[in-house]
Nanobody, 121 residues
Framework: QVRLVESGGGSVQAGESLRLSCVAS????????MGWYRQAPGKQRELVAT???????NYVDSVKGRFTISRDNPKKTVYLQMNSLKPEDTAVYYC???????????????WGQGTQVTVSS
């Protein structure tokens, strides 16, 4: 019903930047919160940043001042601009989107397939 396609991951050196994108498609009636999560090897998935439909943002402390989340509502896209990357940012990054679709009474969360970000020192 909702497909999320992420892009923009890759391998970079510490201090460099990457921009992740996540595009939602399908029979979408509305989108609420959008966010980025990450999971490093051997660790639990953690919230990185979220953005509400009105544009309010929230970040995990470790990325504040370095990462910026934004969204383009007409394009149904959420972005994560990552600057000053550190080796500890290495993880698979997943987008999550809260969406309601045609024929469903309630919305729910949808997850992307993940994109690898590797930062070397």
């Amino acid at each position: 019903q909702v497909r999320l396609v992420e892009s923009g991951g890759g391998s970079v050196q510490a201090g460099e930047s990457l921009r992740l994108s996540c595009v939602a498609s399908g029979s979408i009636v509305g989108i609420s919160a959008m966010g980025w999560y990450r999971q490093a090897p051997g660790k639990q998935r953690e919230l990185v940043a979220t953005i509400t439909s009105s544009g309010s943002t929230n970040y995990v402390d470790s990325v504040k001042g370095r990462f910026t989340i934004s969204r383009d509502n007409p394009k149904k896209t959420v972005y994560l601009q990552m600057n000053s990357l550190k080796p500890e940012d290495t993880a698979v990054y997943y987008c999550k989107v809260g969406a309601s679709v045609v024929g469903m009474l309630y919305g729910r969360d949808y997850w992307g397939q993940g994109t690898q970000v590797t930062v070397s020192s």
